[in-house]
T-cell receptor
């Protein structure tokens, strides 16, 4: 079946640094990928929709200058958390939509801890 | 506005009991998809089912079954003869119109299921 690879699985960084998270669709092309954030014991909240070759669409309340999204190819989207702060510590998870059938596949998530 | 409500925050059962996780949704769209995902302690989301709004047939997959009632806007999930490995957080989700196929999901708050041996 279709697989979405997300890397890294976890990252610890110092406050003020930037962190890049990659999301790859391994055996299918995904023109659209999605980035979610999940705080402990809470639901997943959509942050942005990443479209290949165009600018991402951000949900209300999500700072686009802080959470940079690049979707350079049909199989790769990246989320960069710029100048990370402790309140950015969260579980970030991406998903990709397979063109046929409309199924969604999720990456395994990235646990970000900002010290 | 679209909304998904999972009223049960936590459920605890003993192994081999049956358990039903409730999901109620709100949408003005006539076409949409409903999903259930399992999130074990490791964090990844495991796809369980996707249901088209036009298909109200109940579905059974092994110990899992789903009851879709459009009249009550509910999409409940039942695990029969629960096992310890079923312990996880379960999310119900609703997508935007099926025709757009965007895959943008609105998640419920999740239900934490604990199955005790």
């Amino acid at each position: 079946g279709a697989v979405v690879s997300q890397h890294p699985s976890w990252v610890i960084c110092k406050s003020g640094t930037s962190v890049k998270i990659e999301c790859r669709s391994l055996d299918f092309q995904a023109t659209t990928m999605f980035w979610y954030r999940q705080f402990p014991k809470q639901s997943l909240m959509l942050m942005a929709t990443s479209n290949e070759g165009s600018k991402a669409t951000y949900e209300q309340g999500v700072e686009k200058d802080k959470f940079l999204i690049n979707h350079a190819s049909l199989t790769l989207s990246t989320l960069t958390v710029t100048s990370a702060h402790p309140e950015d510590s969260s579980f970030y998870i991406c998903s990709a939509s397979a063109l046929e059938g409309g199924k969604l596949f999720f990456g395994s998530g990235t646990q970000l801890s900002v010290l | 506005a679209q909304k998904v409500t999972q009223a049960q925050t936590e459920i605890s059962v003993v192994e081999k009991e049956d358990v039903t996780l409730d999901c109620v949704y709100e949408t003005r769209d006539t076409t949409y998809y409903l999903f259930w995902y399992k999130q074990p302690p490791s964090g990844e989301l495991v796809f369980l089912i996707r249901r088209n709004s036009f298909d109200e047939q109940n579905e059974i997959s092994g110990r899992y079954s789903w009851n879709f009632q459009k009249s009550t806007s509910s999409f409940n999930f039942t695990i029969t003869a629960s096992q310890v490995v079923d312990s996880a957080v379960y999310f119900c989700a609703l997508s935007e119109p099926a025709s757009s196929n965007t895959g943008k999901l609105i998640f419920g708050q999740g239900t934490t299921l604990q199955v005790k041996p």
